[in-house]
């Protein structure tokens, strides 16, 4: 399996954006299906979006349309669009990949990058 390893969280006003990008060890093009978790101090780890091989996306309900997860199978790099950032979005990110079918708890995972939303 491929190591991950995510960067471009930090510190960021509410309303504001970041990028996260998760980069891969080896070639993602076959991976089926990849994506981000969020936890939060005191909380369990929630999924935030997946994207499956053929390019179809899937997130949380309370997400939907201010984060964009991405695949750049070139770049073999993962990536999650926040938009219009709050307070609540604050959390430790990770991302995960996983090649075997049998979910994300079976994949790789990267060590998480902390994203604060706070003025």
């Known amino acids: 399996q491929v190591q991950l390893v995510e960067s471009g969280g930090g510190l960021v006003q509410p309303g504001g954006s970041l990028r996260l990008s998760c980069a891969a060890s080896g070639s993602i093009f076959s991976i089926d299906d990849m994506g981000w978790y969020r936890q939060a101090v005191e909380n369990k780890r929630e999924r935030v979006a997946s994207i499956m091989s053929d390019g179809t996306t899937n997130y949380a309900d309370s997400l939907k349309g201010r984060f964009t997860v991405a695949r750049d199978n070139a770049k073999d790099t993962l990536y999650l669009q926040m938009n219009n950032l709050k307070p609540e979005d604050t959390a430790v990110y990770y991302c995960?990949?996983?090649?075997?079918?049998?979910?994300?708890?079976?994949?790789?995972w990267g060590p998480g990058t902390q994203v604060t939303v706070s003025s």
């Open positions: 995960y990949a996983d090649s075997t079918g049998w979910g994300p708890e079976y994949g790789s």
